[in-house]
């Protein structure tokens, strides 16, 4: 999956969330602190760059 489609589905999983507070399916306090639990299980999704080029042992050929 796309990095672009993780970033989608993580904002529709949160959009979700609030809706479903105002119709009192998901209790105030727990929609609060969703959006954090979210990024926090799913840092790939709003993580932007390609993790092989943080390495910072490589040495750059100069």
């Not at 979700?16 to 209790?27: C, E, F, R």
């Not at 709003?46 to 100069?62: D, I, Q, T």
């Amino acid at each position: 999956m796309k990095q672009i489609q993780q970033a989608l589905l993580l904002a529709a999983a949160m959009i979700g969330i609030a809706l479903l507070s105002v119709v009192d399916i998901v209790p105030e306090e727990i929609a609060q602190f969703a959006p954090f639990a979210l990024l926090a299980l799913f840092p790939g999704a709003w993580l932007v760059g390609n993790r092989r080029n943080c390495n910072p042992f490589k040495r750059s050929k100069a």
